[in-house]
C-alpha cells in the first residue's frame, strides 16, 4: 500500500532547494521532506501505450531532461504498478542493480502523491548497502533536471542535488542518538526484504558488516508458495496480498470476504523457519562484536514483523520506532544539516 503522512501544509519556495531523505528499499520506497513523508512499495510497471489504462492511476511520464536514456518512458511506481499489472510489475527485489535501476521512477512516483507544482527542488541524502561501490551511480540515476508529466496532464520540473550518499544504517544512527551513544560501538540490524544486514559502527564510522542473503521476501515467498495455501488457492499466492496481509496484520489475503483466506497460521509457521534460518544466522555473524556492544538497533520492516519484537529484546537488540521510517527519516536530519551548511 501507498502510505502518506501530512505534517504540515507544503509550503515551499519554488527557487529554493529543499531538504529530502530518500531511502529505496527492496521493499518499500520511503521519501521524508519538512512537510510529508511517503511510503510506496518498491514496484516499477513500464509501459509504452496506455491503451486502456487509467493515467489516473498514477501515470508518469519522463519528458526531457538530463536522463536522455529515459526521454518518452512511461511508467507506475508504488500501489498503481500492482494495480495496473498484478502479474507482471517490477520489484526491485528482483533486480541486483533494482535500487540504481528504478531508483528515478520510484521518486517520481513519490512525488506524484503529492499537490501537483510546477517545480519541485530537492537536496538529496540516500544510502546505499556499499556507498563506495555504487554511490556515485545511484546519485547519477537521480541528479540532473528532469521534466515530468503525473496523469496525463500535470507537467512539472523537478531538479534533484545528490548533497550525499551514504551507507545504510547512518540514518537510523541519526535517528536514535538521542537514546544511545553514538561515539561507542553501535550495532544496527537492518532486516530488509532482500537482505538481513548487521553494520557494526564506531564513533559513526562503518567499520564491520555482516549479511545474510535471506531478508524478509523468503519468508513470503514461503508462504505463499505453502502446501495449504496452495490446497485453499489452488494456485501459489500473490506475493504482493500476502505482504500487505502482514504489514496490515489482519493476515487476510485481500479480500477475504471473497478469498475466505486468512494465512495466520501458516505465517507463525513459517516464521519459525524464517528465524531459524535467517535472523538466527545474523545473530551468529555479529556475535563477536554484540558482547561488548554499546547499543544494537534494529531497523528495517523485518523488525516490525508480528510477533518478531519479544525475540529481538531477548536477544539484546531494541526495535526502533516506526523502524521501518528510521533510516529515512535519519537521511532527511542529514540533509537538512548538509543544506543549511552549504546554504543551496
Partial sequence: MNIVRQLEP??????????????????????????REILIPSYVHAIHDIGSTDPELGLVEYLGGDRTDLIGSKWFAGKSAAQVAPLTFQRVVDDAKGKIKFALQLLTGAIETMPHQLRWKFAIVLSSQDSQTFGDELAD?????????????????IEIDVLSVVE???GAIAVASA?????????VNDLGNGTLIASVFQGGKLIDRKVILRGVEPLIDDIANHKETRKKLSTPARKDL??????????DYGNVAVTGFNFEQIYLAELKEWIVS??????????????????????????????ITPLLVAKGITPIADSHWSNARGLFKLAQLKLQKGGK
Wanted: glycine letters at 12%; a negative charge.
Fill in 141 to 157: 540515476s537521480v541528479q540532473g533536471v528532469h521534466s515530468i508529466r503525473f496523469r496525463g496532464s500535470d507537467v512539472t520540473q
Fill in 168 to 170: 545504510e544504517g547512518i
Fill in 10 to 35: 507544503i509550503t515551499t519556495n519554488h527557487n529554493q532547494f529543499q531538504p529530502l531523505g530518500l531511502d529505496i528499499g527492496n521493499g518499500a520506497t520511503k521519501f521524508v521532506i519538512d512537510a
Fill in 278 to 307: 535467517g535472523l538466527a544466522q545474523l545473530l551468529k555473524a555479529t556475535s563477536e562484536w554484540s558482547a561488548n556492544a554499546d547499543a544494537s538497533i534494529a531497523i528495517g520492516g523485518g523488525a516490525q514483523l508480528p510477533k
Fill in 179 to 187: 537514546d544511545i551513544d553514538i561515539k561507542g560501538t553501535v550495532i
Fill in 242 to 251: 500476502i505482504r500487505a496481509g502482514i504489514e496490515n496484520k489482519t493476515f
